[in-house]
């Protein structure tokens, strides 16, 4: 595959893991449906503008949709089991993998586990960035003043300076695993 092809397949994988049709994403933009879907396919005279909106609207750094590397997640990026980043899923996948995504200092990952509970998640904020992968169960992410219901497979990578905390969102414990890196 070759670098644009890269792009366009970077556009489209956002566009999916944020339950976006071409039609939704091409209006938000501005732009006709079938030039959109012409970017997504071969990733070939994409305007900039177009990728900075599209890093903006998901949070996501202008450079890792570019060149698949990224030093700063500006908000968010929800990956759905079953749709997103292969890798997220594979058995032969190593912690140190993150750190293409990072750029920066890897931090021990830990596992944690939530016990069924309808109090609302502690809020923290911290440096560096955070990414949690649903291993069992149902877990609730507050994020600054959005929820997210993740269940096993689904990962999240965001920006912990904004105010986030966990819980178990189900009647049965949850585990997740979380990385930071500063």
Not at 78 to 84: A, M, S, Y
Not at 136 to 153: K, N, P, Q, W, Y
Not at 160 to 170: A, D, M, N, S, V
């Amino acid at each position: 595959m070759d670098e644009y092809n890269e792009i366009g397949a970077r556009l489209r994988e956002l566009r999916e893991v944020s339950d976006y049709t071409i039609e939704q994403l091409a209006e938000e933009l501005g732009i006709s449906p079938e030039l959109y879907a012409s970017y997504e396919e071969n990733g070939k005279d994409v305007p900039i503008s177009v990728i900075y909106s599209i890093s903006q609207k998901f949070g996501v750094d202008f450079a890792e949709i570019v060149t698949g590397r990224s030093a700063l997640l500006n908000t968010y990026h929800l990956i759905r089991r079953g749709g997103g980043k292969e890798v997220n899923r594979n058995p032969e996948y190593h912690f140190e993998d993150l750190a293409y995504k990072y750029a920066n200092k890897i931090m021990q990952p830990l596992l944690v586990t939530l016990e069924p509970d309808d109090t609302p998640a502690k809020l923290i904020t911290h440096g560096g960035q955070e990414f949690n992968l649903v291993l069992e169960g149902t877990v609730i992410l507050t994020l600054g003043d959005r929820e997210f219901s993740m269940t096993a497979g689904d990962s999240i990578y965001f920006n912990p300076t904004i105010p986030h905390g966990q819980r178990c969102g189900g009647d049965v414990k949850a585990r997740f695993l979380t990385v930071i890196a500063e």
